[in-house]
T-cell receptor, first 113, second 109 residues
Framework: IAGITQAPTSQILAAGRRMTLRCTQD?????MYWYRQDLGLGLRLIHY???????GKGEVPDGYSVSRANTDDFPLTLASAVPSQTSVYFC????????????FGNGTRLTVT | GQNIDQPTEMTATEGAIVQINCTYQ??????LFWYQQHAGEAPTFLSY??LDGLEEKGRFSSVLSRSKGYSYLLLKELQMKDSASYLC??????????WGAGTKLIIKP
């Protein structure tokens, strides 16, 4: 079934540890995104990539990094996790960026203790 | 600053009609999206408006007024499965999506 796969589904992480959230899509979409969703707030963009080989910073990029080595994969790395990074993380893709609708993965629930 | 306003929570009765409002103030406008998100799940695309007027998809309709900075989502013949959060998002002049916090819709029998 075509779509976006995120892993892990959930994770409890000690503060200071490094963590990579995985995201893979099989729709051959050019644009990919990482969002975090916190209670009472709208989705906030962390990083994005308009096409393989390029990345950009979103609204809340500090403490996170991404890479886009190929079309399908867009991992998000927390270099040294802090409790404020406790959140639900969604990876999304869209066909062309711009006004194409987003397709979301099922999310990773991360708790930093 | 850029801002999207939606009611935090609404309650409606099964079989009825409900209107969920969204007002926005953004730097430019390149379209407005509505997404549905069931608890613990991913958001899924419902509708897109870029011109004033109505977009209909089955029981769901979305209306846009750019001059008023306003949109609403109309859900007809409500079913229990429509209990979810409804997210409004506006694409600004830089093609960045600005998201509202979402409206949690509770359907009662």
């Amino acid at each position: 079934i075509a779509g976006i796969t995120q892993a892990p589904t959930s994770q409890i992480l000690a503060a200071g540890r490094r963590m990579t959230l995985r995201c893979t899509q099989d729709m051959r979409h050019n644009a990919m995104y990482w969002y975090r969703q916190d209670l009472g707030l709208g989705l906030r963009l962390i990083h994005y990539s308009n096409t393989a080989g390029t990345t950009g910073k979103g609204e809340v990029p500090d403490g996170y990094s991404v890479s886009r080595a190929n079309t399908d994969d867009f991992p998000l790395t927390l270099a040294s996790a802090v409790p404020s990074q406790t959140s639900v993380y969604f990876c999304a893709s869209s066909e062309t960026g711009g006004n194409s609708p987003l397709h979301f993965g099922n999310g990773t629930r991360l708790t930093v203790t | 600053g850029q801002n999207i306003d939606q009611p935090t929570e609404m309650t409606a009765t099964e079989g009825a009609i409900v209107q969920i409002n969204c007002t926005y103030q953004t730097s430019g406008f390149n379209g407005l999206f509505w997404y549905q998100q069931h608890a613990g799940e991913a958001p899924t695309f419902l509708s897109y408006n870029v011109l004033d007027g109505l977009e209909e998809k089955g029981r769901f309709s979305s209306v846009l007024s750019r001059s008023k900075g306003y949109s609403y989502l109309l859900l007809k013949e409500l079913q229990m499965k429509d209990s979810a959060s409804y997210l409004c998002a506006v694409m600004d002049s830089n093609y960045q999506l600005i998201w509202g916090a979402g409206t949690k819709l509770i359907i009662k029998p």
